[in-house]
């Protein structure tokens, strides 16, 4: 199929490369001309595991890039994978959405389409319920089409994670179809067959209401952030007992009903997902009278984990004027995102209690400096441990495990490790967050 994306940034890209590898044509649209090019030239414009492989292969090839909207009229159906940040208030940004599907509606204004042929536009992004019926579909109508006869809409939710994009796209729990119409139900269809064909084990396909496709990955990710929440809640009972909370959770997750999975308490959930997701469903529900009780708890657990790390770490060293080490910058290993990360706040934590910092992460300094330059940044965690009287874990970094007489190097040599990575051992003072 010849496949069009329009977004290529964390989700537009992986999506674009993976089809590719299928063996669709796809070219993505981005308004990023640096983003642009480096797929052209074969070079992933983010740090993905296996992302550098796929476009070093297809990039140029099967997979393209534009600027230009009009590529979309050689395909068969374009993906909106554009972003929906938050507003001041929490609800959703759907301003680059409503961009993207005005631009798709002009270029599909400016050609000639039989009426058995109408181009299917698929919400990839994550948008609050009604959003595609309410407010995408208008805006493509608005160049003078006609729904239904010159375009489709659908909700085609994504569930990959940062960090494990490409073998989450490609070995999904499940494809969320959401359509009113069976000719876009089958376009989906077409466009998914090699992917279930090559997925290790059966995908099942969920047929559903476009609404209820909108509502399922909200459902999905406050669930997912709730348990994560709801682990940090118990686990926060658990240190006040001085009981693991990491051995409480491997019990509790043999139970079928709880599932092992998101049980690693902590110090909380970030992302460039979660959290904004998290509080668009909130507002959305709100605007609707209702309100969300355990979403809001969930919330404010989460905020307040990273103040619990920085409390733990009060209790043995006063940080003022003193280094004070951050292993780990990106909201999770594997990434060099760093939007939302739980690293933000504890370093303005550090920075309201007088610490000077000195940060490391290995692949997300450089985002991380561009958002706080003045703090310092070392090229390994051994170099930020020398010296500093004090260390804080924030993201669980293989690497991290495997640390050990560096900690002889530390001024003091405190540890509060906010992810369970780091070894207990004789000579430092650990503290688990939870455990
Ligand atoms: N990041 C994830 O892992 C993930 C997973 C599932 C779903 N989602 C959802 O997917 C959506 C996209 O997220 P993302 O992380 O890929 O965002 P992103 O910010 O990484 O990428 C968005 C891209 O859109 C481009 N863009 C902005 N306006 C444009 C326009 N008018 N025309 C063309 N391009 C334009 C930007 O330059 C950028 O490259 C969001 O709704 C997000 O919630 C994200
Ligand atoms: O047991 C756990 C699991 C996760 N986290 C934290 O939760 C956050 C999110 O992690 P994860 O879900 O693995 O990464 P994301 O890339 O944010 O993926 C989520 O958000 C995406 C965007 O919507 C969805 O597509 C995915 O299905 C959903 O898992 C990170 O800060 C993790 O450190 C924990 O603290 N404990």
């Not at 199929?1 to 063996?23: E, Q, R």
């Not at 994550?126 to 579909?137: K, S």
């Not at 170099?383 to 260390?391: D, E, Q, Y």
Request: one cysteine or more; aromatic letters at 6%; hydrophobic letters at 40%.
């Amino acid at each position: 199929m010849n496949v069009s994306i329009v977004g290529s940034g964390y989700v537009g890209t992986t999506v674009a490369a993976c089809l590719a590898d299928l063996g669709h044509e796809v070219v993505t649209i981005d308004i990023d001309e640096d983003i642009v090019d480096a797929i052209n030239d074969g070079e992933s414009p983010i740090h993905e595991p296996g992302l550098d492989e796929l476009v070093a292969e297809h990039g140029g090839g099967r997979l393209r890039a534009s600027t230009d909207y009009e590529e979309i009229l050689d395909t068969e159906l374009t993906m909106l994978a554009l972003p929906t940040p938050s507003n001041d208030d929490g609800s959703i940004d759907l301003q680059f959405m409503e961009a993207g599907a005005a631009s798709i509606g002009e270029a599909l204004a400016g050609a000639e389409r039989s009426a058995d042929d109408p181009h299917l536009v698929l919400t990839k992004s994550t948008v609050v319920p009604n959003t595609t019926e309410d407010r995408l579909a208008p805006r493509i109508a608005d160049a003078g089409l006609e729904r239904g006869t010159d375009f489709l809409v659908a909700s085609n939710p994504e569930f990959q994670r940062e960090g494990t994009a490409v073998v989450d796209f490609l070995n999904p729990d499940k494809l969320v179809f959401g359509t009113d119409d069976d000719r876009a139900t089958d376009l989906l269809h077409d466009l998914y067959a090699p992917l279930r064909e090559a997925a290790d084990g059966d995908v099942p396909v969920v047929e559903t209401g476009i609404s209820e496709a909108e509502m399922i990955k909200y459902a999905n990710n406050t669930f997912l952030a709730t348990k994560v929440s709801l682990i940090n809640d118990i686990g926060n009972i658990c240190k006040e007992f001085g009981v693991d909370a990491y051995e409480v959770a491997d019990a509790i997750g043999l139970d079928n009903r709880i599932g092992e999975q998101f049980l690693r308490s902590g110090v909380g959930w970030g992302g460039s997902c979660f959290p904004k997701d998290t509080d668009a469903i909130i507002a959305a529900a709100r605007e609707q009278g209702y309100d969300p009780a355990v979403l809001s708890a969930a919330v404010e657990l989460n905020d307040a984990q990273p103040e619990r790390l920085l409390s733990l770490l009060g209790d043995h060293v006063d940080v003022s004027g003193q280094r004070v080490a951050v292993l780990g910058l990106a909201f999770k290993p594997g990434t060099d995102d760093i939007r939302n990360t739980r690293a933000v706040p504890v370093i303005e934590g550090l920075q309201e209690r007088g610490a000077d910092i000195v940060a490391y992460d290995p692949v997300a300094t450089e985002n991380m400096r561009e958002r706080y330059p003045d703090i310092e940044y070392a090229d390994t965690a051994a170099a930020a441990l020398a010296g500093a009287s004090g260390a804080v874990v924030v993201t669980d970094w293989d690497e991290f495990a495997a640390l050990d007489t560096e900690f002889d190097e530390m001024a003091d040599p405190v540890v509060v490790d906010g992810r369970r990575i780091i070894e207990r051992r004789d000579g430092i003072t650990y503290e688990g967050l939870t455990w």
